[in-house]
């Protein structure tokens, strides 16, 4: 699977991901997820890299091993624009539209509108 690093402790070498398949999050952490001993040599995990990895599940959480980085720092933005994603979802959620999603207007749709 392939996912990308919303968050890392790069002196541990322990992350979360995001998943492919856009699935629960997934979690690592080379001193029990890892087959094989993360080397010291290899870089450090950081947001945005993008990785290649097995997934599992064990217990409720979805553990990653076999991390190899595809390429470093690919989506560097991606953590916050989700988490501005989450914000914006939920103060839409605040307003009581029973299950229908409110969406902004872009201004090109409102000058169109009143024109």
Known sequence: MYGVILWSDQDAQRAVIWCEDHGKLAYFN?????????????????????????V???????????????????FPDLAGG???AGAEVKQSQTM????????????ELSQCATA
Not at 57 to 67: F, G, L, M, Q, Y
Not at 96 to 106: E, H, P, Q, T
């Open 56 to 74: 599992r599940d064990w217990c409720t959480v979805r553990r990653a091993s076999k991390v190899e980085l595809v390429s470093a720092a690919r």
């Open 82 to 84: 989700l988490a501005i």
């Open 96 to 107: 009581d539209l029973g299950n229908v999603i409110a969406f902004r207007k872009s201004p």
């Open 30 to 54: 080379p001193h029990t997820d890892a087959v094989v001993s993360v080397a010291a040599e290899n870089p450090p995990l950081g947001v945005g890299d993008l990785i290649k990895f097995h």
